[in-house]
């Protein structure tokens, strides 16, 4: 087990986000967070990654044993040092190239030297044929491209594990594809995945195991193919035939 979070709560005012979610992710494992907007999905994702700071909730991670409500600056930066981020924004420097944008983090953060790190980013941009776009910035590139560039940066120092909040709402069917053809590509190679997505061809495909939430609670959980095949609430039932029309 690689990371398994318990008892997840989450408030923003008088509004309960998260009600006391639990998960576990296997090495290897893609996992796939599914339900309606609103649902937490979101700021699950961003509790686990250190984004969110929740109000209970803790979490074992590469061996670790953190209290999420209670971290330090210390363990946060220990926990995003061995983990990726990707946004739905794409979040990159505007003022950065692509090659930048993967270096910065590799130079900043994980202080490696600049030869290193451009090494580093152009085999990762390689690796999502980004390749020949490292010296345009990111209004030179589509929304597909700039997505692509962004996961490059996720993936460039080989973190545990990787998470994805819905990279492909933004785009178009077209520039999806991309993004998710890299995505699939990376699960082959067992990178280890949780993803936030609408996208249902990408998480029956590709992902091992689905979650699906509602409310701020997991309605269901399972293997992908029993979940989308035979799901046991009524609920995931009405919630995958509305995202197939």
Known sequence: MILSIKDIKKSFGEQNVLNGISLDVEKGDVVALLGPSGSGKTTLLRCMNCLETPDSGVMEFAGNSYNLSALSSREKASIRKRTGFVFQNFNLFRNKTALENVTEGLIVVRKM????????????????????????????LSGGQQQRVAIAR??????????????????DPELAGEVLSVMKMLAEEGMTMVVV????????????????????????RGKTEKLFSDPEEERTRA???????
């Not at 996720?154 to 785009?171: H, K, N, R």
């Not at 919630?239 to 197939?244: D, P, Q, S, V």
């Open 197 to 220: 997505t609408h996208a249902m061809d990408f998480a029956r495909n590709v992902s091992k195991h689905v979650i699906f939430m509602e409310h701020g609670v997991v309605v269901e």
């Open 154 to 171: 996720a993936i460039a120092a080989d973190p545990e594990i990787v998470y994805f909040d819905e990279p492909t709402s933004a785009l």
């Open 239 to 245: 919630f995958l035939r509305l995202e197939e029309i």
């Open 113 to 140: 030297n600049r030869k290193e790190a451009v090494e580093k980013a152009e085999e990762t941009l390689e690796k999502v044929g980004m390749a020949s776009w490292a010296s345009h910035y990111p209004f030179e």
